[in-house]
């Protein structure tokens, strides 16, 4: 089985254990998507859940958010760690929306990695789940899993997600992404894989390395 073969198995396998491909973090506009995964990085996404309510209820806009004071926003996200730089990066990258996008998230990879605080991983996330676009979010499950796999062989995620995309087919690759969060959660947990129940178990390169 070669890599492209291996890939297409494990998006059969994975979207017959997770039929519901989603984020895990609560959002309902495109903005709030872009907050949230800012505040994920060195965070839980149940966290960032326990704190984007308060959040996106005290700014509700963009322009909202690009008004806010700083010491305000600090408060409520504390808790995500990191605030101090979350903080500025959120009220500098409302701002830049409101000044040069007309208070709207853009919807291209180049465009988004301009923000303050925005890498490709986020990026990614909010073309593919808001806009509909090919995306493969490169985060810490979806590097240790295909690494594991032996369809990748990098920790750089951008290393990472140009060895993806030849492999995935461009309308499974965002879904895939996510379910390899729920996966890598449930089954492939980073220090105690569950080998003896992983339904990839008989493709996966790495099982040998790290018994049940």
């Avoid at 059969?12 to 990085?41: F, G, N, V, W």
């Avoid at 806010?68 to 504390?78: S, Y």
């Avoid at 291209?108 to 789940?129: C, F, H, M, Q, Y």
Wanted: net charge positive.
């Amino acid at each position: 089985m070669n890599k492209k073969q291996k890939a297409l198995e494990a998006v059969r396998r994975l979207e017959e254990r997770y039929p519901q491909a989603q984020c895990s973090l609560d959002y309902i506009k495109p903005h709030e998507l872009l907050i949230a995964t800012r505040l994920s990085a060195q965070c839980t996404d149940e966290r960032v859940n326990m704190v984007t309510g308060e959040l996106f209820s005290t700014y509700p806009t963009v322009e909202a958010f690009a008004q806010a004071e700083l010491p305000d926003v600090e408060r409520i996200i504390r808790s995500c760690g990191l605030y101090k730089t979350k903080a500025r990066d959120i009220i500098a990258l409302s701002q830049m929306l409101v000044e040069q996008y007309g208070g709207q998230v853009p919807d291209s990879i180049e465009e988004l990695v301009k923000l303050p605080g925005v890498g490709r991983k986020t990026a990614n996330l909010v073309v593919g789940d808001i806009f509909g676009k090919p995306a493969i979010v490169c985060d810490t499950h979806c590097i240790r899993i295909t690494n594991l796999l032996g369809l990748t062989d990098s920790k750089d995620a951008l290393k990472v997600e140009n060895q993806l995309r030849p492999l995935l087919p461009p309308e499974k690759s965002n879904d895939f992404c996510h379910r390899l969060v729920h996966f890598g959660r449930e089954v492939c947990i980073a220090r105690r894989p569950q080998c003896q129940i992983c339904p990839l178990a008989d493709i996966c390169s790495g099982r040998s390395k790290n018994p049940a």
